[in-house]
Nanobody, 113 residues
Framework: QVRLVESGGGLVQAGGSLRLSCVAS??????MGWYREVPGKQRELVAT???????NYGDSVTGRFTISRDSAKNTVYLQMNSLKPEDTGVYYC?????????WGQGTQVTVSS
């Protein structure tokens, strides 16, 4: 069983920045990343990063968000810049390990206009 603990969400004005962190309870997580649930929409990809540091971003965040990881600390980060009100939602940490998917409990990000 893998436990993911997110931190760093909060309230920020449009144009501002936030940094999310997620710590996994075990090592050797393959892909790690972030998804979000925006009001009125299904859960969508924000960004993922592999153990080889290959990254993948959702179209709406490309150029504004940066994902990184510290494998020694079992931690993945999401630096979010130039935030927009439409980025408001619950952000979920994700990892895939030994063929199974795991999710954190989510952290709320609210961007005011």
């Amino acid at each position: 069983q893998v436990r993911l603990v997110e931190s760093g969400g909060g309230l920020v004005q449009a144009g501002g920045s936030l940094r999310l962190s997620c710590v996994a309870s075990v090592s050797w997580c393959h892909t790690m990343g972030w998804y979000r649930e925006v009001p009125g929409k299904q859960r969508e990809l924000v960004a993922t990063i592999s153990t080889g540091s290959t990254t993948n971003y959702g179209d709406s965040v490309t150029g504004r968000f940066t994902i990184s990881r510290d494998s020694a600390k079992n931690t993945v980060y999401l630096q979010m810049n130039s935030l927009k009100p439409e980025d408001t939602g619950v952000y979920y940490c994700y990892t895939r390990r030994l063929g199974s998917n795991y999710w954190g409990q989510g952290t709320q990000v609210t961007v005011s206009s």
